[in-house]
């Protein structure tokens, strides 16, 4: 795959809660620029992994590696600064109620970056107009759909340019309409942007659809981890289960765009954390 979008490592990992594992020994390299769809029945710890991945959980053991950075091992500001690298759609997207579509998807733009009042409008107009919403940003959340406002959210998670897309249960909730429509977009956006996209879900039509790589975790575990075309061929009992539905395929030219100018950055991240694309 022709990407310099940062692997995902990770290294013997134990996930779970108050000493309790939940997945255990989880080995998996999460190809830079693909999509990897972690599947898996409710409660067999997908948002769990993500939760460590991100380091809003503390793993029991192990490591996981966002490019060459071990992330349990950075400082607190180096991680700040890998963090907005990295995007993330929450399964409800997260937004604030208060707040207009357009000043939802600005948050992270004021937030890190000292673009200006008119630079941050084109950086969010553009957004908003990938996932089709460019003419709903004076709306407010509730008056969006629900498919609109995973959009959204997916609009809020592109607007640093990351390297790195989070996507936990992106179609949970929507109908098989909306859901393919979002589906198309991921693809359209992996093609678009050279990054590296982890999408939890236990949506088999979708995996199917999207996924490149990848991981099933059940009974504690990891079921499988390996190419979709692996997965989709397997006689394991267990797995055969959930392979029951056929995927679609598109294929259109990867373009990368140019990322936000790292001098409008508010913190020196190439002092921390250097270049995260080089492996
Ligand atoms: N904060 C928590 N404290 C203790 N246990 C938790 C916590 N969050 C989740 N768990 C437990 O960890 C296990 C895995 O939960 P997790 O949310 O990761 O599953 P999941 O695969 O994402 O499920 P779903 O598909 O329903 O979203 C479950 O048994 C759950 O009860
Ligand atoms: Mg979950």
Do not use: W
Not at 150 to 159: F, H, P, S, T, W
Request: net charge neutral; hydrophobic share 40%; charged share 25%.
């Amino acid at each position: 795959m022709n990407s310099t979008a940062p692997d995902i490592r990770i290294e013997n990992l134990t996930i779970g809660y108050d000493g309790n594992p939940v997945v255990t020994h989880i080995n998996a390299t999460l190809p830079g620029g693909g999509i990897t769809v972690i599947l898996g029945r409710s409660g067999c710890g997908k948002s769990t992994l993500l939760k460590n991945i991100l380091k809003l959980n503390t793993p029991m053991d192990g490591a996981v590696y966002l490019g060459r950075h071990n992330i349990y091992r950075l400082k607190r500001k180096a991680f700040r600064c890998l963090k907005q690298r990295i995007g993330v759609l929450f399964q409800d997207g997260a937004l604030l109620g208060a707040l207009t579509l357009f000043d939802n998807v600005a948050l992270p733009l004021r937030e890190h970056t000292r673009l200006k009042q008119q630079e941050i409008y084109e950086v969010v107009k553009s957004k908003l107009s990938l996932v089709g919403l460019e003419k709903f940003m004076d709306y407010y959340p509730n008056e969006l759909s629900g498919g609109m406002r995973k959009r959204a959210g997916l609009a809020r998670a592109m607007v640093m340019d990351p390297d790195i897309l989070f996507c936990d249960e992106p179609t949970s909730g929507l109908d098989p309409i909306n859901s393919a429509e979002l589906d198309g977009l991921l693809l359209e956006l992996k093609e678009r942007f050279d990054m590296t996209v982890v999408v939890v879900s236990h949506d088999l039509a979708s995996m199917e659809t999207i996924a490149d790589y990848v991981v099933v975790l059940g009974e504690g575990k990891t079921l499988f981890k390996g190419q979709k075309e692996e997965l989709l061929a397997t006689e394991e009992p267990y797995l055969r289960q959930f392979l029951d539905r056929e995927g679609a395929k598109r294929a259109t030219p990867r373009v990368t765009t140019a990322p936000l100018d790292p001098s409008v950055m508010k913190m020196d991240c190439a002092k921390y954390i250097g270049d995260l694309n080089s492996n």
